[in-house]
C-alpha cells in the first residue's frame, strides 16, 4: 500500500480553502487501494511544479572551496581583508550576535556525527547560528568552512525590533554587522558569506559543484520559500550528509515550513526527526 501524503490544503477558484475531509467513506479494500493510487498520483502531478533540476556539476574537494568562493565571488581577495570601511567603522557594534534557536543541542549533535567539512546554512541574519557552528568546529578539531547564503537586507519591518542597527543611505548594514562579528569571534578563516539571495547562492553553489556535508535551512518561513530553500539545498548534499533547520513547530506562515519538511520527506523516501526546535533529515 502506498504511503499515505502529507495533507496539504488548496483554495477554490474563489480563494477559499479547501481542506481534506475528516471522515470519508468506507471502500472495500481493492477500492480503497485504487483511490490511494489515484490521490498519489494526483498528488505527484500536483507536486511536479514544485520540482527544481537536480544536475549540478561534480563536487568540489573540501579542501578547495573557501578557495572557490573566495576567487569568485570575491575577485580572489578575502572580504575580511581591511575591515571594516572608513564609512561604516563608527556605525558597527561588537557582540550583537542574535538570532533564533541558534545554540540549541542539535549543532553538536549533528557536528559530532557528521564531522563536516564543509556547512551551508541558508538564511544567517547576524551569524549567531554559524558563529556557533565555528566554536564547535574548532572545538572537535574539524577543519570546516561554512558558507553563509544570504541576502543581508532583513525584512519589511525587522529594525523595529533591531533599533540600533543603522539604515545608511537606505543600506541596512546588515552584512557589514555579520562581517564584524565574525572578525569579532576570530572566524574570518572558516566563515565566509554569500550576500545573495538563497535562489542564486544555492543555483551557484550547485554550478560550480560546492556541496556540503551538513546543511541548515533557516530562511524563507512560508511554504513555498522553505520549499525551493530545502530542495535547493539537498541537490547539493554530499551523500550520506544532513539536512536540517530550525521553525518545524512554528505556526506562522500557516506552518510554512513543516509543510514544506513533511513534503519533501514524503517524496524523496526520508524519515523526519526532530532535535529540540529543529527538523533533521538524514540522507544515509
Not at 575577485?75 to 561588537?94: E, G, Q
Not at 537606505?170 to 572566524?187: E, I, K, P, S, T
Request: aromatic letters at 10%; charged letters at 20%.
Amino acid at each position: 500500500m502506498p504511503r499515505e501524503p502529507p495533507r496539504l490544503d488548496f483554495l477554490d477558484a474563489s480563494g477559499t480553502p479547501v481542506h481534506t475531509p475528516e471522515s470519508q467513506v468506507l471502500l472495500s479494500p481493492e477500492l480503497n487501494e485504487a483511490a490511494t493510487k489515484s490521490a498519489t498520483c494526483l498528488q505527484e502531478t500536483q507536486t511536479q511544479h514544485f520540482r527544481v533540476p537536480t544536475r549540478c556539476a561534480d563536487p568540489l574537494p573540501p579542501r578547495v572551496v573557501h578557495k572557490t568562493i573566495i576567487q569568485r565571488i570575491f575577485n580572489d581577495t578575502s572580504p575580511h581583508r581591511n575591515f571594516p570601511p572608513a564609512h561604516v567603522s563608527t556605525l558597527l557594534h561588537n557582540r550583537k550576535v542574535q538570532g533564533w534557536g541558534s545554540y540549541g543541542a542539535v549543532f553538536e549533535h549533528l557536528i559530532r556525527r557528521v564531522k563536516p567539512r564543509v556547512i551551508i546554512e541558508v538564511g544567517s541574519f547576524l551569524g549567531a547560528s554559524a558563529l556557533h557552528m565555528a566554536d564547535l568546529t574548532r572545538q572537535l578539531g574539524i577543519d570546516s568552512v561554512i558558507l553563509c547564503v544570504d541576502d543581508f537586507r532583513g525584512w519589511l519591518g525587522f529594525q523595529d525590533r533591531f533599533r540600533y542597527l543603522t539604515t545608511l543611505n537606505g543600506d541596512v548594514l546588515l552584512l557589514y554587522q555579520f562581517m564584524n562579528n565574525v572578525v569579532y569571534h576570530n572566524a574570518t578563516g572558516s566563515v565566509l558569506p554569500l550576500p545573495f539571495s538563497t535562489t542564486a547562492g544555492l543555483w551557484k553553489l550547485c554550478e560550480w559543484g560546492v556541496f556540503g556535508d551538513l546543511r541548515e535551512i533557516d530562511a524563507g518561513h512560508d511554504f513555498n520559500s522553505a520549499w525551493a530553500d530545502i530542495n535547493r539545498a539537498y541537490r547539493i548534499l554530499r551523500p550520506g550528509g544532513v539536512i536540517f533547520g530550525h521553525d518545524y513547530f512554528t505556526a506562522k506562515y500557516d506552518g510554512g515550513v513543516k509543510k514544506a519538511v513533511d513534503l519533501f520527506a514524503w517524496m524523496n523516501g526520508f524519515k523526519v526527526q526532530t532535535d529540540g526546535e529543529h527538523w533533521v533529515i538524514d540522507s544515509a
